[in-house]
């Protein structure tokens, strides 16, 4: 592979973001908006989607230029707003990506972004394509062009006509060891697709840095623009809020040069491992559990759940009991002071003026039950270790699983993993519970694991009087 320069070449150089969403513009945006702003012009963005899902949002954006306004707020209450202005081009969505295409082929494109959530990488247990997803068949079929997939190929089938510019693609979603995994489906996408020669130039010309992406950021609520106008007095149509907590931490290999984002608090390292453990085990999973327990309690918010004594116990339990003795132990000691990170979780948790929804939080279960959840269970067995801590948080999902098989659920529950016909053929088995704990695509290896399955099992039990209040 060639070596990786992390030293930005002059001139003007373009990252292409693909996903638009509140999380980009509240998070990778922000900190090129302030390095920018910073006197360091080098590099700017340039963003569009794959799929024409935020319509509304990409007109306003469109319309201001890619300006827009990030209200943050702290735990105390305290607001504040910023006018954002790194994003150079807004594409308009059009199903032929010609623009993002055209945008990414360019040799001064030099990094190639993307946040498509994590369903939208349909790898298995050995990071591999899924093959039962239609959209992705479609893709590999040449039919579409609406998966992460198909439009780099298609971005990067172009670049190399035009020459073969090295480029970094970056992942900014959280999924563990992002980089690599992203960079194994995508050589498997193109293997299947018989596309060898552009195969092979991915592995010589393409690096794919695994990274770190946190800070909280709620859907935007129609007040958030009503704040924003009174605040600034601009009708901004397109404004995000998030928490004032920002990190990213970044492996530090770049094929073609990057931002100097170390001046803006950005941490480039060499390994990213334990920073990432650490945030999708102590904090997405723990975030998951507490939508899951709050949606069983009939509860709205996150910051409602936090504030149940169980609901905090049982998160607490959870990182304390099971979590943290897999990540820090005497052979692998944590760089990290993983209990001061648990309590600066749950600290972020109950920031009420976040008013960050479980319907939000809770959604895609099939995916944040083997990202989130299975790698602390798996550890838990290998040890012999006891995991009734962890068995709690797929014994809540179970239950909100079988309320929105009743359609008792008290709002929609969306999933890009999951299979609603085999999910409702969970409550059709003579034992409901052993067929989920023996589901293939949550559980893989551990699919009908008899000691995992009792585990879970016990929880539920126990998830059936904690949900009662």
Not at 36 to 63: C, F, H, P, Y
Not at 104 to 124: H, M, Q
Not at 273 to 299: D, M, P, Y
Not at 385 to 391: D, E, K, R
């Amino acid at each position: 592979m060639n070596a990786a320069r992390s030293t930005p070449p002059a001139g003007d150089n373009t990252i292409l973001h693909i996903g638009l969403g509140s999380f980009h513009r509240a998070h990778q945006a922000v900190y090129l908006h302030h390095l920018r702003e910073s006197g360091d012009r080098a590099w700017s963005i340039v963003g569009g989607n794959i799929r024409n899902d935020m319509a509304d949002t990409m007109a306003a954006l469109i319309a201001q230029k890619g300006e827009y306004t990030i209200e943050t707020v702290s735990p105390a209450g305290e607001r504040q707003y910023e006018r954002i202005r790194a994003i150079g081009e807004v594409i308009p969505f059009e199903p032929t990506h010609a623009r993002l295409i055209d945008v990414g082929a360019d040799p001064s494109t030099r990094i190639i972004s993307f946040t498509v959530t994590e369903a939208g990488y349909y790898l298995d247990a050995k990071n591999k394509l899924d093959t039962g997803y239609p959209d992705l068949v479609a893709d590999l079929e040449g039919r579409a062009c609406g998966t992460i997939y198909g439009a780099i190929a298609a971005i990067l089938r172009e670049r190399v006509t035009r020459g073969g510019a090295p480029v970094t693609l970056l992942n900014c979603d959280n999924l563990r060891s992002n980089g690599e995994r992203f960079r194994s489906g995508l050589l498997d996408f193109l293997e299947r697709r018989g596309e060898t020669t552009l195969r092979d130039w991915v592995q010589v010309s393409t690096t794919c840095p695994n990274d770190m992406v946190d800070r909280i950021t709620p859907r935007p609520s129609p007040d958030v623009a009503e704040r924003v106008k009174a605040a600034t007095g601009w009708d901004d149509g397109a404004p995000v809020m998030a928490e004032r907590f920002i990190q990213w931490v970044i492996e530090d290999r770049f094929i073609a040069g990057r931002p100097a984002w170390e001046k803006v608090g950005v941490e480039m390292v060499d390994s990213v491992h334990a920073h990432e453990e650490a945030k999708i085990r102590l904090l997405n999973a723990t975030h998951s559990g507490i939508a899951w327990a709050g949606t069983l309690r009939g509860l709205t918010y996150i910051h409602e759940g936090v504030s149940v004594p169980e609901i905090r116990q049982m998160a607490y339990d959870y990182v304390t009991n099971d979590a943290i003795p897999c990540l820090d132990t005497p052979a692998h000691p944590s760089p990290i002071d993983l209990p001061n990170y648990r309590d600066v979780v749950l600290d972020r948790f109950s920031n009420p003026w976040l008013r960050d929804t479980n319907q939000r939080v809770a959604m895609d279960g099939f995916s944040k039950i083997p990202g989130f959840i299975v790698p602390t269970l798996r550890e838990c067995l290998a040890r012999g270790a006891p995991m009734v801590s962890t068995a709690m948080l797929p014994a809540l999902f179970f239950a909100v699983l079988g309320r929105w098989h009743r359609g008792e659920l008290i709002h929609d529950y969306q999933d890009g993993v999951m299979d609603p016909v085999l999910a409702h053929a969970f409550f059709a088995a003579p034992d409901p519970l052993a067929a989920f704990c023996r589901d293939p695509v949550l559980w893989g290896p551990l699919a009908g694991n008899e000691v995992l399955g009792a585990a879970i099992r016990e929880a539920h039990g126990r998830v059936q009087s904690f949900v009662k209040g």
